[in-house]
């Protein structure tokens, strides 16, 4: 949200060119945050009536999206969500819930070492 008019410009062009693309982004503003457009906007001092149009925008052309502070004190395995604070939204028809997994983690050991950890993982793993 903090690039919000360049995210609506570069929606709107790959929706014109692929409207078979799906959309869903990752907000640590909460819904309610949003919807009073109490958010921050990087080199813009829009009204908070203009933030309010502009997440109606965005939210209009998201197939989904997780929204709220992420807190490792609150480990989650819900399906997109890495704590139990963030919700997960549903905007269009095109997804249901049952359309996402449950959280899975995989850990990869190269052989020069490196580790590369990919998921969602939750508190408590030894790393």
Known sequence: MQHANSLLTLMYSLRQRAP????GMFSGYTEYELDLGQYWTWGCDYS???RCRIWRTIQAY????????FDQ??????????SRDQVLRL?????????FSEQLVEVT???DGRVEL?????????W
């Open 48 to 50: 908070q009536r203009v």
């Open 73 to 82: 004190t609150q480990p989650c395995i819900l399906p997109l969500r890495s």
């Open 62 to 69: 998201h197939d989904f999206a997780v929204l709220g502070r």
């Open 20 to 23: 078979e693309l799906s959309f």
């Open 118 to 126: 990919t998921g969602f993982p939750t508190l408590g793993l030894p």
């Open 109 to 111: 050991v190269h052989t």
């Open 91 to 99: 905007f269009s028809g095109g997804y249901n819930l049952h359309d």
